[in-house]
């Protein structure tokens, strides 16, 4: 059933019970419906295709109704910068999904934030805070905000190694990085390939000279 008709089986059964009085007071919709119901999705589209060909004659029907493309100003930006820094997507992160809201939960007019890690979406949000109180132009308020990342990498690492050093003057022992792992893995993979190829080149060579050797010796019973 269409909607428009469920919408007109809707109001006649309402219509009923307000005339039995099994409901007493009209719905706040009722009056609305009865005085604009609704129109098809069909007349709605004929009605659009139309005034699309009055305002762009040569347009072709199919062109019209192709969805128009939704682009944010941060897109620009977000994609610029993971095209420029493609490993700071291998950074771990919390599989969790964003609200967008972070221009609202955060002060951009620094990037460093107190309870949000420094990744590209900082950038982002930093440039476009630049944009809008600085009167800065996309590429000027995004060079800003890179070298300010730059700046604070830098910083991160900095405080990481020497986190690490002290801890280990005072006893600490780390455990294998991931990387370190993986590279492990790796190479133990490889020798065992390494193994089973040899083992099986030696059984082909093995099987070569034995058909080698039953060859000559037909040679020799022939002659």
């Known amino acids: 059933m269409k909607p428009q008709s469920d919408v007109f089986e809707i109001v006649k059964r309402t219509s009923r019970l307000l005339q039995t009085g099994v409901v007493t ?5 009722f009056k609305a ?6 129109t098809t999705a069909d007349t709605v589209q004929r009605v659009d295709i139309l005034k699309l060909r009055q305002k762009y004659p040569g347009l072709s029907v199919k062109k019209m109704m192709r969805p128009m493309k939704i682009v ?19 950074r771990p992160k919390i599989v969790v999904e964003q609200d967008a809201l972070d221009f609202q939960r955060h002060d951009w007019s620094k990037l ?7 990744d590209g979406e900082s950038v982002v949000q930093r440039t476009l805070w630049l944009m809008r109180n600085k009167q800065l132009s996309q590429d000027a308020a995004y060079d800003i905000a890179r070298k300010e990342f730059y700046s604070l990498r830098v910083k991160e690492t900095i405080e990481r190694q020497t986190a690490e050093e002290e801890a280990r003057m005072f006893g600490a022992v ?7 792992r993986g590279i492990e893995n790796e190479a133990k993979a490889l020798d065992m390939w390494k193994i089973r190829a040899q083992s099986v080149t030696k059984r082909m060579q093995s099987r070569f000279d034995m058909a080698g050797d039953e060859e000559e010796q037909e040679d020799i019973m022939d002659k």
Do not use: C
Request: no cysteine; aromatic share 16%.
């Open 25 to 29: 007071g009209e719905p706040a919709w």
């Open 33 to 38: 419906v009865l005085a604009h119901p609704p």
């Open 72 to 90: 944010y100003p941060e897109d620009r930006i977000r994609r610029l910068f993971y095209d420029q820094h493609p490993w700071e997507l291998t």
């Open 112 to 118: 460093e934030q107190e309870h949000k890690s420094l």
């Open 174 to 180: 780390f455990s294998k990085s991931y990387n370190e």
